[in-house]
């Protein structure tokens, strides 16, 4: 896949677990990355087996019916790439995680609507740019103050969520941080 370094992988859906994602990723040295797969980190995180829908609008019968027409002396990476528009990327991703591929229409379609993607885990925590866990929800009122110390708000990455956005997390931040300063001005208010 190092051809394929920096390039978006779009118009896929991901899946670990019972968490699903039609968010894109990139292609990077390191593995993986983007926003589909942070929506279902936190199922990889538990133990769940991460897997790539590779052509999500398409059935897998409509799949092997295309991969059924006759290929001439085509390579398969070109027949792939002809019959169902995958794209360098996504091809890139079946090559990778799909090999040896099933040379039969419907294995190949089984394949490519349920790609298991074979990994080493999540990268280490000195590396996260952020992190799941922080207060529970349970242990905040509807305006994001602390119920055992009132007068104390909470925002951000201080609070146990896990961040569809990835990257920065910048703008749950700001949503949050007006959510907890609305908060605060109706409480001071009250005193």
């Not at 398409?58 to 790439?81: D, F, Q």
Request: with cysteine; glycine share 12%.
């Amino acid at each position: 896949m190092q051809g394929q370094y920096g390039q978006p992988v779009k118009g896929v859906k991901w899946q670990a677990g019972s968490s699903a994602s039609r968010g894109e990723a990139v292609i990077s040295a390191r593995g993986l990355e983007g926003g589909g797969i942070y929506t279902v980190s936190a199922a990889v995180r538990d133990g769940a087996d991460l897997s790539v829908d590779l052509l999500p609008d398409l059935s897998a019968a409509e799949i092997s019916k295309r991969l059924s027409r006759p290929r001439g002396k085509a390579s398969l990476a070109n027949h792939l790439r002809r019959s169902l528009k995958l794209g360098a990327a996504r091809t890139a991703l079946l090559q990778e995680f799909g090999r040896p591929l099933p040379q039969h229409p419907e294995d190949l379609a089984a394949l490519i609507k349920a790609l298991p993607v074979n990994h080493a885990g999540l990268r280490p925590m000195d590396e996260a740019i952020s992190t799941a866990g922080g207060l529970s929800w349970a242990e905040l009122t509807p305006d994001l103050m602390l119920a055992k110390r009132p007068g104390t708000f909470c925002a951000g990455e201080m609070l146990d969520w896990e961040a569809p956005t990835g990257g920065y997390l910048l703008t749950g931040c700001f949503a949050t941080g007006r959510w907890a300063g609305q908060g605060a001005a109706r409480y001071l208010a009250a005193q």
